[in-house]
């Protein structure tokens, strides 16, 4: 049983050159398309520092359906012979994206140290914040920005090249809902100051084998903070469950934040969850 209370509080320019290597897509000219690192798939040029830039509408989100990915793997120091010199040409790379505050620190920064695709999202005042950084093989199969402004910046070192990456791009409407909702949910679209969400028969037991989810929308500038009153789901946790996606969310994203099996506010305080945007999707399954 679930108690939740919501409180509102192309045309493409493609320059690349040895100096220049930047690419903008827009949603109005092309809704949907491929971009590749440059030279796939033949190992990609050393010394590059390239921006792909997406320009969604207010109401849309940049999907990006991840082909294939192939950068130099993370710690590839027996390849390298690292020296000084090597450590300023790195950190002095010119036509990075400037950000509201330096960039976090993080596992990923320190290990991706040579060639690396950085993953920046807007805060709607044309500031960027890094979000991610990937190279090897690893990344997820999806990249779903948060804002209607996502920035991916690709840099090589001087040494070592591979094959580098295809990616499909599309821009989505934020009015879909990529899950399946019972009718017996209610509403699927929550847009106020306020809300409680519960589950279908709530005090009573929920139905069995059911899936509801509900997109928060509130306006821009403003946050969502979810409170959960009273979480009472069957076990295991992978099989009934709460999912949270901060922004636009597909059926391969992962939630922000999930909640499962029992929990009472007089047991250890209110737990709570604050977007980072204006809006967010929330999923409850039991199966």
Known sequence: MINVAVVFLFLIRNSISQDKCVFEY????????????????????????????????????????????ELEPAQNTAAHQVNFMDLIQTNT???????????????????????????????????????SRHCGSQIDRQIVSTTPTLVLVFQTDRMLSYRGFKFFYHFSPLN???????????????????????SPNYPLMFPSDIECAWTITVPKHQNILVKFLDVNLNEPC????????????????R??????????????????????GNRIVMRFIDN
């Not at 040029?45 to 509408?57: G, Q, S």
């Not at 990075?96 to 040579?114: A, I, L, R, V």
């Open 93 to 131: 790379r010119s036509n990075k994206p400037s950000t509201s505050k330096q960039k976090e620190e993080s596992d990923s920064k320190k290990q991706c140290f040579y060639d690396f695709l950085d993953v920046f999202t807007s805060d709607g005042t044309g500031r960027l914040h890094w979000r």
């Open 26 to 69: 827009y949603s109005h000219l092309s809704p949907q398309g491929e971009i590749n690192s440059p030279n796939y798939p033949n190992p990609y040029p050393n010394n590059l520092d390239c921006r792909f830039e997406f320009y969604a509408k207010d109401n849309e989100r940049v999907i990006i359906q991840v082909e294939d990915f």
């Open 255 to 276: 939630p922000d934040f999930i909640v499962c099996e029992k929990l009472t506010y007089y047991h250890k305080g209110i737990l709570q969850y604050k977007s980072k």
């Open 176 to 198: 879909i809902l990529p899950f399946i909702t019972d009718p017996i949910c209610g509403p699927s679209e929550l847009i106020g100051n306020g809300s409680l969400i519960a």
């Open 238 to 253: 992978h099989r009934s469950q709460i999912g949270i996606w901060d922004g636009y969310v597909s059926d391969t994203t």
